[in-house]
Every structure is written in C-alpha cells, then in structure tokens.
C-alpha cells in the first residue's frame, strides 16, 4: 500500500502561482510513477502530468504545458507541482496518484490515489 497525501492548494488570483505537494509512505521502497489529475465541478476527471521514477520522462496535458512543472523530491517521495500563470479554468480539486509499473496519462492505471486538494483561481 502507498498512501499519497496532497498540499498546498488555495485561492490565488488569475496570474498568480501555487506549488503543489505530494508525499507518499507506506510501500516506499517500490518505485512508481507519480502523476496529478484534476476534477472540476461537473467535469470529468483530467490528466495534468505525470513524472517517473527516475524523473527522466515527463508528460503534461497541452492545456498546462509551459505554465506547469512536475518534479520529485530527492527521496524520490515526494512529487511536486508547481503552477505558474493560473487561469480561472484551472480551478479544480488536484489529485495526486501513483503507478507502480508506468508512467501513464491514462487514470485508469494508476494504483493509488490521494484525497485531493481544492485549488481556486479567482479572476
């Protein structure tokens, strides 16, 4: 079992930026890929970024590609998310998850997921 825990969602204004973090224990010693999806309200659920294990491959949705950056943590523990340039349209609740054997845009896949964190971008 990996258990993900989200931070560092808020309520920034159009433009601004906020830095979202993942950390993950329990089954540490495996190595996964780590990945943030987001949900807004009455939406279905969207892939955002994925990073792996080793950091070396990186995949972002085109509707965050150049505002957003995924990276890991030096233990390889913790993944990052750091937003730049928000719009109104990235507000959402953020979900982060982990891949045991891929990194992978496909939600359907991963195998452990956090509870979220609510992100508000206010115009």
């Known amino acids: 079992q990996v258990q993900l825990v989200e931070s560092g969602g808020g309520l920034v204004q159009a433009g601004g930026s906020l830095k979202l973090s993942c950390a993950a224990s329990?089954?540490?010693?495996?190595?996964?890929?780590m990945g943030w999806f987001r949900q807004a309200p009455g939406k279905e659920r969207e892939f955002v970024a994925v990073?792996?294990?080793?950091?070396?491959?990186?995949y972002y949705a085109d509707s965050v590609k150049g505002r957003f950056t995924i990276s890991r943590g030096i233990t390889k523990n913790t993944a990052y998310l750091q937003m730049n340039s928000l719009k109104p349209e990235d507000t959402a609740v953020y979900y982060c998850?982990?891949?045991?054997?891929?990194?992978?845009?496909?939600?359907?896949?991963?195998?452990?997921w956090g509870r979220g964190t609510q992100v508000t971008v206010s115009s």
């Open positions: 998850a982990a891949d045991l054997t891929r990194a992978t845009m496909d939600d359907r896949l991963y195998d452990y």
């Open positions: 990073i792996s294990w080793s950091g070396d491959t990186t």
């Open positions: 329990g089954r540490t010693f495996s190595s996964y890929a």
